[in-house]
């Protein structure tokens, strides 16, 4: 079966490469209605769904390889992702579990960090956020969320000193333009 799990995972892939999307999608729903417990292929259905912008079906399927897979830190992170950006309270909650599976990786201390500023829960994110910095000075992210959580937290000379750092050196960011935006803010330009 583990060879057929691979080759619903290619022809997926060659479905979405020739531009029929749904029918990648098909590939994995028939599969999953024969094999419901294939968490490979739930998995990379979920991660389909995600790239496609179908949250909300996303976040079932990772729900479905969570209940199985606890400590699967991947589809735990895209769970986190997604139930963020959707506003989904549970965020934290799940962030929290990732940050118990591996409290040392500095992405999973700014995803907990990021959480929990993006849910007004500035100060304890901050926290999350300087060790994140402190462990990965060079990841833009990491450093865009910091400089947020410093506004926010009343500390807009530390967050204008470290965007100006960030965006000299960082030409291109997932954020950029919002970083760019609160630094012309805490610079008083409009």
Known sequence: RQGTTQLVLVMSELHQR?????????????????????????????SQLQQQGKAALAVSEYLKVMEKEPKNLVALKNLVWLLQESGDA??????????????QLPEIQDTLGWVLVQQNQTER??????????????????RYHLAV????????????SLLDK???????????????????KLSGAN
């Open 125 to 142: 994110g901050l926290l999350y956020l300087e060790k994140a910095n402190s462990a990965a000075p060079k990841v833009p992210e990491i």
């Open 166 to 184: 960030l965006l000299f050196e960082a030409p291109s960011f997932d954020g950029r333009t919002d970083a760019e935006a609160l630094q012309r």
């Open 90 to 103: 549970r965020a934290r909650d799940y962030a929290e579990k990732l940050a118990a599976l591996e409290p």
């Open 18 to 46: 020739a531009g029929r999307p749904d029918q990648a999608l098909a590939t994995y729903t028939d599969w999953l209605g024969k094999h419901p417990e294939d968490l490979r292929a739930r998995f990379a259905y979920g």
């Open 149 to 160: 959580a410093y506004d926010r937290s009343g500390r807009g000379a530390d967050a204008k």
